[in-house]
């Protein structure tokens, strides 16, 4: 068991580019969590897996933010077209049921 | 909606000190209440869960304490040591999502 494992743990884009995040969570656990978090603030909620269903997402998760966990493993976030506002650390976290979720170490994005 | 709320917002006490960091929510229907903790840059690592059936959970130098009725949740840490410097974050989840709702943390920060 290796834990939660996001990349790239670092990116910096301009303004308008497109990037991916990806998440490969704990083996076999088949709920999976994105949540952002802005400094000094606690995480926030964007989306939740179960398996490959994308079962809840967050009003912050605008049109320009999209998710996917292809065949229930690992999962992407895409965001298009960048604003510096989406400047955060975005953490992803697993869980094998309803109790406690496992994070990741976060992939700090900066947005210039 | 389940809103969360820690304070003190920082909190900076010497090496040997017992200390308790506070945790408010709004909707008494918890499911269970977590307790994380987060190095600067870093990811989320938890610490207790509590279910809402409970009343505590201890680990180590760690007692986390629930109230429902009350609203509240405590966090306990004996003998306070300069490792310990981190931010918690206490995170609450209802019976009707799966998400979980973060406060914005208590900063702590224990010097020798």
């Known amino acids: 068991d290796t834990g939660v494992s996001q990349d790239p743990r670092h990116k910096i884009t301009k303004r308008g580019q497109n990037v991916t995040f990806r998440c490969d969570p704990i083996?076999?656990?088949?709920?999976l969590y994105w949540y952002r978090q802005t400094l000094g603030q606690g995480p926030e909620f964007l989306t939740y897996?179960?398996?490959?269903?994308?079962?809840?997402k967050s009003r912050l998760l605008s049109d320009r933010f999209s998710a996917e966990r292809p065949k229930g493993s690992f999962s992407t976030l895409e965001i298009q077209r960048t604003e510096q506002g989406d400047s955060a650390m975005y953490l992803c976290a697993s869980s094998p049921g309803f109790e406690t979720q496992y994070f990741g170490p976060g992939t700090r994005l900066l947005v210039l | 909606k389940q809103e969360v709320t820690q304070i003190p917002a920082a909190l900076s006490v010497p090496e040997g000190e017992n200390l308790v960091l506070n945790c408010s929510f709004t909707d008494s229907a918890i499911y269970n209440l977590q307790w994380f903790r987060q190095d600067p840059g870093k990811g989320l690592t938890s610490l207790l869960l509590?279910?809402?059936?409970?009343r505590e959970q201890t680990s180590g130098r760690l007692n986390a304490s629930l109230d429902k009725s009350s609203g509240r949740s405590t966090l306990y840490i004996a003998a306070s040591q300069p490792g310990d410097s981190a931010t918690y974050l206490c995170a609450a989840k209802t019976h009707n999502t799966d998400k979980l709702i973060f406060g914005t943390g208590t900063r702590l920060q224990v010097f020798p």
């Open positions: 509590i279910q809402s059936s409970q």
């Open positions: 083996s076999e656990h088949n709920r």
């Open positions: 897996f179960q398996n490959e269903a994308q079962l809840e």
